[in-house]
């Protein structure tokens, strides 16, 4: 069974930075895209980067220029680093994966439990 699992979050000040991890576990041959959501108290979930297999991007314009999205296939992980940090991107950070193929055959999509962050000072 394929499971995400995330790590990296936390308390940061305004313009700091931090690392986001997400690992797939499982017998997988392929996922199709890997990216990062958030929600926010009272908002509704949405995106923030996603990256397919070939390496292209898709970010939301609030992160565009602050944050970037990377992925090791070999190691089924998925990276968002997050710099300029603002109290707006408090949330909770959620990793998904689209497009899975594993032993058992197709998934359609699969998430983390999520993980928070907080920027305060």
């Known amino acids: 069974q394929v499971q995400l699992v995330e790590s990296g979050g936390g308390l940061v000040q305004p313009g700091g930075s931090l690392r986001l991890s997400c690992a797939a576990s499982?017998?997988?041959?392929?996922?199709?895209?890997m990216g990062w959501y958030r929600q926010a108290p009272g908002k509704q979930r949405e995106l923030v980067a996603v990256?397919?297999?070939?390496?292209?991007?898709n970010f939301a314009d609030s992160v565009k220029g602050r944050f970037t999205i990377s992925r090791d296939d070999d190691k089924n992980m998925v990276y968002l680093q997050m710099n300029s940090l603002k109290p707006e991107d408090t949330a909770v950070y959620y990793c998904?994966?689209?497009?899975?193929?594993?032993?058992?055959?197709?998934?359609?999509?699969?998430w983390g439990q999520g993980t928070q962050v907080t920027v305060s000072s």
């Open positions: 499982g017998r997988i041959f392929s996922i199709a895209a």
């Open positions: 998904n994966a689209a497009g899975i193929l594993d032993q058992t055959g197709w998934i359609d999509d699969i």
């Open positions: 990256m397919s297999s070939t390496s292209s991007t």
